[in-house]
Every structure is written in structure tokens, then in C-alpha cells.
């Protein structure tokens, strides 16, 4: 069974949006929802800065921003259920995210612009390996 990823196409154009206004640097946003056995919902998203110091190649959430937003999302009865960062390279994981992976175990959608328009792939990480997810627009 292929596991999915429930995404609106409103959430989808505002992360692109995100990522758009962020160049040249990567954007970064956490996204909130439910999830289930095979696919994730994603009800909430949050945009976030990139405080990471190299934010062309990189990304990081401040810890008390994640923080925050983490205890909000327990309060509303949601689940962390994935990380979106933009890439000035193809939408697939670096080995540095795939270290990240291991940290993060949520799906990782990852967008780019490399072919003209942005794109955004999803993707989880199974013992070890990185697997595609699907992304189904609501
Ligand atoms: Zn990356």
C-alpha cells in the first residue's frame, strides 16, 4: 500500500509562496494534522525563518519557536506530522537531511524550483531508506 499525504491545494500554493519569497535561501514551515496507519492529513501549517547560518544550503527552526508551536499543536489536539524546506537544488533529500530524517521521523515534503515552476515531493524514511509519499491535493 502506498502511504499518502493529504495536503489542500491552498496549503500547497502558500508553501510555494513561502519558498518563493524566501530566495535565495531555503524556506522552511512545520506542518500540523492527523495521521493515521497509511497517510497523513495535514490540517495547519506554519511557517517558519530559516535561522540556520548557511540558510542557502540549510535549515533550521528556532528550538523555542518549534517549541511553541509544538505545545500549541498537543493543546488543539493535533499531531506534528511533517516538515516542509525548499531546496536551490532537485526536490530529494540531501544526506544531511537524510541524517535529519532519522531525528524527524514525520513526512518530508521538499520543494523546488529547478525545473522552472516549483514542485514538491514527499517523502519518509523506513528503516533507513527513503521512500516516496504520495501527495494528494484536497
Ligand atoms: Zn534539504
Same mark, same amino acid.
Given at each position: 500500500? +502506498?502511504?499518502? !499525504?493529504?495536503? @489542500?491545494? #491552498?496549503?500547497? /500554493?502558500?508553501?510555494?509562496?513561502? &519558498?518563493? %519569497?524566501?530566495?535565495?535561501?531555503?524556506?522552511?514551515?512545520?506542518?500540523?494534522?492527523? +495521521?493515521?496507519? !497509511?497517510?497523513? @492529513?495535514? #490540517?495547519?501549517? /506554519?511557517?517558519?525563518?530559516?535561522? &540556520?547560518? %548557511?540558510?542557502?544550503?540549510?535549515?533550521?527552526?528556532?528550538?523555542?519557536?518549534?517549541?511553541?508551536?509544538?505545545?500549541?499543536?498537543?493543546?488543539?489536539?493535533? /499531531?506534528?506530522?511533517?516538515?516542509?524546506?525548499?531546496?536551490?537544488?532537485?526536490?530529494?533529500?540531501?544526506?544531511?537531511?537524510?541524517?535529519?530524517?532519522?531525528?524527524?521521523?514525520?513526512?518530508?515534503?521538499?520543494?523546488?524550483?529547478?525545473?522552472?515552476?516549483?514542485?514538491?515531493?514527499?517523502?519518509?524514511?523506513?528503516?533507513?531508506?527513503?521512500?516516496?509519499?504520495?501527495?494528494?491535493?484536497?
Amino acid at each position: 500500500m +502506498q502511504y499518502t !499525504l493529504h495536503l @489542500t491545494a #491552498n496549503d500547497l /500554493e502558500a508553501l510555494h509562496a513561502h &519558498a518563493e %519569497s524566501s530566495l535565495p535561501f531555503e524556506a522552511v514551515a512545520l506542518l500540523f494534522g492527523e +495521521q493515521s496507519e !497509511l497517510s497523513v @492529513t495535514v #490540517n495547519r501549517i /506554519e511557517l517558519t525563518n530559516n535561522e &540556520a547560518t %548557511s540558510r542557502t544550503t540549510a535549515f533550521k527552526v528556532n528550538p523555542e519557536e518549534q517549541y511553541r508551536l509544538l505545545v500549541e499543536a498537543e493543546n488543539r489536539g493535533e /499531531e506534528f506530522v511533517g516538515i516542509f524546506h525548499s531546496h536551490p537544488a532537485p526536490p530529494h533529500p540531501s544526506n544531511r537531511d537524510k541524517q535529519n530524517m532519522k531525528l524527524n521521523p514525520v513526512v518530508w515534503l521538499i520543494a523546488s524550483k529547478d525545473s522552472g515552476h516549483w514542485i514538491t515531493n514527499a517523502f519518509l524514511l523506513e528503516n533507513d531508506h527513503v521512500r516516496q509519499v504520495a501527495l494528494q491535493l484536497m
